[in-house]
């Protein structure tokens, strides 16, 4: 049976509101009785005890704030009574414990994906076409279209016919605020000729030249990382020639990162080809010689050790950290025990959730790097006259996370309670098994490509707003906090844990249904609504402040 409120932790002095409750109503948990001084919406927050300014607040057992000035019992959390504030992190000496979940009903299971020469196995099979300057973007979209289109990649037959629609109303005299043209999916095109190739990506961008030297820098090891990830074929690179992100610095980052690199990579220079209609030919029919022989690869059994999966949060809410995150955490905990890997980023969004990451690392070099990033990071966002505390946005605060620590250690909770194996920089690649942190903004699309950089082949997002983010070559799956948003949203929507608010499921029951699924995505058996929409959204950090 749903409760009406929920205490996270045994230390915490609030209780969360599991539906609207209203002034003057009591409520009743663990035998005490709260009369409510505030209506409480459904996600938000009331006091358990009278508190002072000064107070502490405590949330999934730890500081999320203190207490502006006196409130009583049963008064809503708000922004005017409660301000950020997280405890202090400092390095103690490794003594964690951890038991992993009993995964004896996934031993012995397996993926079908693609096998690469390097031993890693890809969950899809992209083709990449990557511009080294912004220049580049619009001769992309000249052959994305023209791909796409010939090549049954594209989603958009639908509104293009709808738009047609229109044209023809208008051109015979109607009225277009009375018509009523119904959406037609007549005209998608479902064969493709290469039934091996996932999709064709593009990754536009503005960067390359102008701006500082370690932009490009920072640029050029992104673009290696995803020609080198495991769900790539193969890689057509367009370059305009004069800009600061040479071919050739491009090209040593790649061999760099994997020196027996051997995918199929097509590399075309504007400045020097005969004119950009060649180029644009020539670029669209060697990378069609590549399509042939990258279908020719076929997916393959592969262990669950052998799965990457990025843990994302986006448009959270204030069920985030009770449902959506925690059952993604049990996933990744079971992942973990199988000998697979988990990337936990968004380091403005583990600030209050750094003791207890730094306690479970266990390299003592890892843990001080941990320490070092989070630190320089923060003081960045400080020195620009910002602040981690200046995460949450107007959408987080509107449903509940009234602080950054608040979100924070709910967002912490997509990780799982296994130990950190290691902690990664922005575009360094996942080499051991296990939990792993790493260095992105909480930015979604920043976030999500850094992930993908780092070796992510799946990633888990959840979120209770709803967001339609994805990626060009890491499908996005989207879990969502609660049964409105599904039922709202379910077009963007893959997974359901609302049935845990409403007391129909356990997080365990919930993180094993989960993992069910990242099996059958991995598999292809499933395609996520992120790629089936071509959501490719891909936006390099630049290393300033982003939040």
């Given amino acids: 049976m749903k409760q009406q409120v929920l205490k996270i932790h045994p230390k915490d002095n609030v209780l969360v509101a599991l539906t609207d409750l209203k002034a003057g109503q009591t409520v009743t948990y663990q035998g005490v009785d709260y009369v409510l001084v505030d209506d409480i919406d459904a996600k938000h927050k009331f006091y358990m005890t009278d508190m002072n300014a000064g107070d502490e607040v405590s949330m999934y057992g730890t500081l999320v704030g203190k207490v502006q000035f006196t409130v009583r019992a049963g008064a809503v959390m708000n922004t005017d009574n409660l301000k950020h504030a997280a405890a202090p992190y400092e390095y103690r000496p490794y003594h964690y414990s951890w038991q992993a979940p009993d995964v004896s009903k996934f031993e012995g299971r397996t993926f079908n994906g693609y096998h690469r020469s390097d031993g890693k196995v890809g969950t899809a099979n992209y083709w990449l076409f990557i511009p080294t300057v912004f220049c580049e973007n619009r001769n992309l979209d000249v052959i994305r279209e023209a791909l796409h289109n010939e090549l049954g990649y594209a989603v958009t037959e639908k509104y293009k016919s709808y738009t047609h629609q229109l044209v023809e109303a208008y051109q015979n005299g109607v009225d277009i605020s009375t018509l009523d043209a119904p959406l037609s999916f007549e005209g998608v095109r479902h064969n493709r000729p290469f039934k091996n190739i996932d999709g064709i990506k593009f990754l536009n961008h503005q960067g390359g030249c102008g701006g500082i030297r370690q932009d490009a820098a920072v640029l050029s090891k992104l673009l290696a990382a995803y020609a080198d990830h495991p769900n790539v074929a193969g890689v057509t690179v367009l370059s305009l020639g004069c800009q600061n992100l040479q071919v050739q610095d491009f090209t040593k980052d790649l061999k760099d990162r994997n020196p027996n690199f051997d995918k199929p990579l097509f590399i075309f220079e504007q400045q020097q080809s005969q004119s950009e209609e060649n180029m644009i030919a020539l670029a669209i029919k060697k990378t069609f010689e590549g399509l042939v022989e990258a279908n020719k690869i076929e997916r393959q059994p592969a262990p669950l050790s052998k799965m990457n999966v990025g843990v994302k949060c986006g448009g959270s809410d204030g069920f985030s950290g009770i449902s959506a995150n925690p059952a993604v955490g049990y996933c990744s905990d079971l992942l973990v025990g199988l000998g697979a890997t988990v990337l936990l980023a968004e380091f403005p969004e ?198």
């Fill in 350 to 547: 583990l600030c209050g959730a750094e003791q207890d990451l730094i306690d479970r690392t266990k390299d003592e070099l890892a843990a001080k790097k941990f320490i070092g990033l989070m630190g320089a990071y923060s003081q960045a966002a400080e020195n620009a006259g910002s602040g981690f505390h200046m995460n949450p946005s107007p959408g987080n605060i509107k449903d509940g996370l009234i602080t950054d620590a608040i979100k924070s250690n709910g967002a912490a909770k997509k990780g799982g309670t296994s130990p950190v194996e290691d902690v990664l920089d922005y575009t360094e690649p996942s080499t051991k098994h296990g939990l792993n942190l790493v260095c992105t903004p909480g930015n979604d699309v920043e976030a999500t490509t850094g992930k993908a950089a780092s070796g992510a082949t799946l990633i888990l997002f959840t979120t209770g707003l709803g967001t339609p983010t994805g990626n060009p070559v890491c499908p996005v799956i989207k879990v969502s906090t609660n049964n409105a948003l599904t039922k709202r949203m379910g077009d963007i929507i893959d997974i359901n844990t609302g049935p845990v608010i409403e007391g129909e499921k356990t997080i365990e029951e919930m993180g094993e249904d989960i993992l069910e699924y990242c099996i059958k995505a991995a598999s292809g058996e499933i395609i996520p609504k992120s790629v089936l929409l071509n959501q490719d959204d891909f936006i390099p950090w630049k290393r300033g402040v982003s939040l």
